[in-house]
C-alpha cells in the first residue's frame, strides 16, 4: 500500500507540474498572438511586457498572493495575509494520508502561480500600443499580488462564492473574465490609439503586422490550453481521473474547433470574406467559453458552446469597437471577458449542480471586484506616474521611446 502511495504521488506530482508547463506554454501563445496583431513599431515593447508581466506574477504570487487566495481567510470575503511560502509536504504525512494528500504542494503553487500570469497577459494585449512600460508593470503588481488573489480565494479558497454553489473548473471568469475586467479599466483610463477613431465616430482599422505570428500564438494557445483544463482535475492516477483527464482534452478541443467555424460562419455573412483575426479569436473564444466545465459536456456539446463562443466574439468586438469605442487591438476584452461570461451560464446546461443563480452572483461579484478595483489602480497610477505615453512617442512607436531598440530595424534602417 505504502509504494502504491508513494507511485501515484509522485505521478499525480508530475502531471501537475507538466500541467502547469503547458499554461506557462501559454505565455509564449499570448506574446506571438499579440506581437502579430500590434503594428511593427510596437513590437519590442509588447514582448518585454509579456516577459515582464510573467516574472512580476510569479514572485508576487509567491511573496503574498498564493497566501491571500488559499491562507486562513478572515472570513468566507475578506482573506488573510501572509508571506512566502510554507514547506512541501512530509513524507510521513504523505504516507499517512491513505491517499487522501495526492501531490506535492509545492506543485500546486507552480499551477496555480501560471494562471495568475495568464490573468495578466489578457489585459497586456488591450491596452498595447500607448502605456507606458513601466505603469503596465505596476499593475501588474496589484493585480497578481492582491486584486486577482482576493476573488480567487472566494471561489477557489473556500470562500462565500464556493459555499453558494459557484462553479467554475478551470476559470473561464476566475481567470479569463478577471484579465478582462482589469483591462476593460485600464483601456477606459487610458483612452483610444490616436487615429483609431474619426472626429464624426467612425471607425477605422488598425491592422496587425505579422499575422503567421498571430496565428502561430494561437496554436501555442490551444495546446497550452489541454494543461489549462486538463491539470485543473488535479489528479490522473485512477480510472476515474483518467478518464476524466480525456474527456476535458477531448471536450477543450471541440469547443476551439467550434469557435473557428462559428467565428467563420459569421466573419463570412458580416464581410463577405473570412476573416482571419476573427477565426484565430473564434478559437480562443471557443477555449474561454469551455474553461469553466470541460468534464460535464458530451464532445458535441463542448463543439456547440465553443460554437456559439466563435459567434458571440465577432459580434462582441464589432459591438466594443463600433458603438462603445473601446479600443482594444486584440478583442482581448471580447474573448475573454464576454465569452468568459458565456461560459460561466453554459456550465447550467450540462452539469446538474450548478445553479443560473450562483453563476450569476459570481459573475457579478468577480467582475464588480475586479473592475472597481482595477479601475482605483490604474487611476492612481494616472496620477502618480502617468500611464500613456506622448502623442509624439505613439507616433514613432513605443518600442523605441520604451524600450531603445525596434523589433524589425531592417524596416527602418537601411
Given at each position: 500500500m505504502e509504494q502504491i502511495t508513494q507511485v501515484s504521488y509522485a505521478l499525480d506530482t508530475f502531471y501537475f507540474l507538466m500541467s502547469g508547463a503547458l499554461v506557462m506554454w501559454m505565455a509564449a501563445g499570448f506574446t506571438m498572438l499579440e506581437a502579430g496583431l500590434v503594428r511593427s513599431k510596437n513590437t519590442t515593447e509588447i514582448l518585454a511586457k509579456n516577459v515582464g508581466l510573467?516574472?512580476?506574477?510569479?514572485i508576487m504570487y509567491m511573496l503574498v498572493g498564493y497566501n491571500v487566495m488559499y491562507g486562513d481567510a478572515i472570513n468566507a470575503y475578506i482573506p488573510g495575509i501572509s508571506f512566502l511560502l510554507g514547506a512541501d509536504n512530509e513524507v510521513a504525512a504523505v504516507l499517512a494520508s491513505g491517499g487522501?494528500?495526492?501531490y506535492s504542494s509545492m506543485s500546486d503553487f507552480f499551477f496555480q502561480v501560471v494562471f495568475v500570469a495568464t490573468a495578466m497577459s489578457v489585459v497586456s494585449g488591450a491596452v498595447a500600443e500607448r502605456m507606458?512600460?513601466?505603469?503596465?508593470?505596476?499593475f501588474a503588481i496589484i493585480l497578481t499580488g492582491f486584486i486577482y488573489p482576493v476573488q480567487?480565494?472566494?471561489t477557489w479558497g473556500g470562500g462565500f462564492l464556493s459555499e453558494l454553489g459557484f462553479?467554475?473548473?478551470?476559470?473561464?471568469?476566475?481567470?479569463h473574465m478577471t484579465?478582462?475586467?482589469a483591462a476593460l479599466a485600464g483601456v477606459i483610463i487610458l483612452g483610444a490609439r490616436k487615429g483609431k477613431y474619426g472626429p464624426n465616430g467612425e471607425v477605422r482599422a488598425i491592422t496587425g503586422a505579422n499575422m503567421p505570428?498571430?496565428?502561430l500564438g494561437t496554436f501555442i494557445l490551444w495546446l497550452g490550453w489541454f494543461g489549462f483544463n486538463g491539470g485543473s482535475q488535479l489528479q490522473l492516477s485512477t480510472i476515474e481521473n483518467a478518464n476524466a483527464v480525456a474527456m476535458i482534452f477531448v471536450n477543450t478541443n471541440m469547443a476551439a474547433a467550434g469557435g473557428v467555424i462559428g467565428a467563420m460562419i459569421i466573419s463570412k455573412i458580416l464581410f463577405g470574406k473570412v476573416d482571419l483575426t476573427m477565426i484565430l479569436n473564434g478559437?480562443?473564444?471557443?477555449?474561454v467559453a469551455i474553461t469553466a466545465d470541460p468534464l460535464s459536456p458530451a464532445p458535441l456539446s463542448a463543439t456547440l458552446i465553443g460554437f456559439v463562443g466563435g459567434m458571440l466574439v465577432v459580434f462582441a468586438i464589432l459591438f466594443m469597437d463600433n458603438k462603445m469605442k473601446i479600443d482594444d487591438p486584440v478583442g482581448a476584452i471580447s474573448v475573454h471577458g464576454i465569452v468568459g461570461i458565456w461560459g460561466l451560464i453554459a456550465v447550467t446546461f450540462n452539469n446538474a449542480d450548478a445553479t443560473i443563480t450562483a453563476q450569476l452572483i459570481g459573475i457579478v461579484a468577480i467582475f464588480a471586484w475586479v473592475f472597481i478595483a482595477s479601475l482605483i489602480v490604474w487611476s492612481i497610477i494616472k496620477a502618480v506616474m502617468g500611464v500613456r505615453v506622448s502623442e509624439e512617442e505613439e507616433y514613432e512607436g513605443v518600442d523605441q521611446s520604451e524600450c531603445g531598440m525596434e523589433a524589425y530595424p531592417e524596416f527602418t534602417n537601411k
Open positions: 510573467f516574472a512580476i506574477a510569479s487522501d494528500v495526492y507606458k512600460l513601466m505603469s503596465f508593470f505596476v480567487g480565494m472566494w462553479s467554475d473548473f478551470a476559470g473561464s471568469g476566475i481567470v484579465g478582462a475586467a505570428l498571430a496565428a478559437a480562443l473564444a471557443g477555449l
